[in-house]
């Protein structure tokens, strides 16, 4: 079936322009995650959905991100007023539990540069 | 608070050789699991293999196995028949309830 889809792919912005990621889990996995991945600070927990709601929002750097989940699929992740330091990849991952295990399936990820 | 430690930058292997990565990591929980997942130029990251902490008995996918050491809390991976297409990023990851927390990841370059 379809895997994780992520858009855009790659997105270039101004210093203090807002910016919308959107991730698209798998169909029927009821969790999802949000990380970022930058070279100086390597894979970053952001944010974790369980249906629509957010139970843990611990990793997000500022109040300038937040995130939400609609209908218990698609997710947006919004960065208002970028910074440079907003440049890296952003990965979205949906769960499924098998046998007792949670494992974890990745988008290709939304890759960010901020000017 | 969790920690995963990949000492190894960069690895090299020759083409159908075997290739060992390394990972340790550091909690107080006793119910985890373990996981390495391989991110390619296309940055997608994809599930290689997993390991419950509480299996004594390690993990094997295809030419790919782990070494779990839970009193060590090491977790290595060994990459058999190693080919080309191996060549990428490798992640070590534990979970002990929802999000993940990584390694800093190893390069591993396949020669021909």
């Known amino acids: 079936g379809a895997g994780v889809s992520q858009s855009p792919s790659n997105k270039v912005t101004e210093k203090g322009k807002d910016v919308e990621l959107r991730c698209d889990p798998i169909s029927g996995h009821t969790a999802l995650y949000w990380y970022r991945q930058s070279l100086g600070q390597g894979l970053e927990f952001l944010i974790y959905?369980?249906?629509?709601?957010?139970?843990?929002k611990s990793g997000l750097p500022s109040d300038r991100f937040s995130a939400e989940r609609t209908g218990g699929s698609v997710s947006t992740l919004t960065i208002q007023r970028t910074q440079q330091e907003d440049s890296a990849v952003y990965l979205c991952a949906s769960s499924l539990i098998t046998g007792g295990v949670e494992t974890q399936y990745f988008g290709p990820g939304t890759r960010l540069l901020v000017l | 608070a969790q920690t995963v430690t990949q000492s190894q930058p960069e690895m090299s292997v020759q083409e159908a050789e075997t290739v060992t990565l390394s990972c340790t990591y550091d909690?107080?929980?006793?119910?985890?699991?373990l996981f390495w997942y391989k991110q390619p130029p296309s940055r997608q990251m994809i599930l290689v293999i997993r390991q419950e902490a509480y299996k004594q008995q390690n993990a094997t996918e295809n030419r790919f196995s782990v070494n779990f050491q839970k009193a060590a809390k090491s977790f290595s991976l060994k990459i058999s028949d190693s080919q080309l297409g191996d060549a990428a990023m490798y992640f070590c990851?534990?979970?002990?309830?929802?999000?993940?927390?990584f390694g800093g990841g190893t390069r591993l370059m396949v020669k021909p």
């Open positions: 959905f369980q249906g629509n709601s957010a139970p843990d």
């Open positions: 909690t107080s929980e006793s119910d985890y699991y």
């Open positions: 990851a534990f979970n002990a309830g929802n999000m993940l927390t």
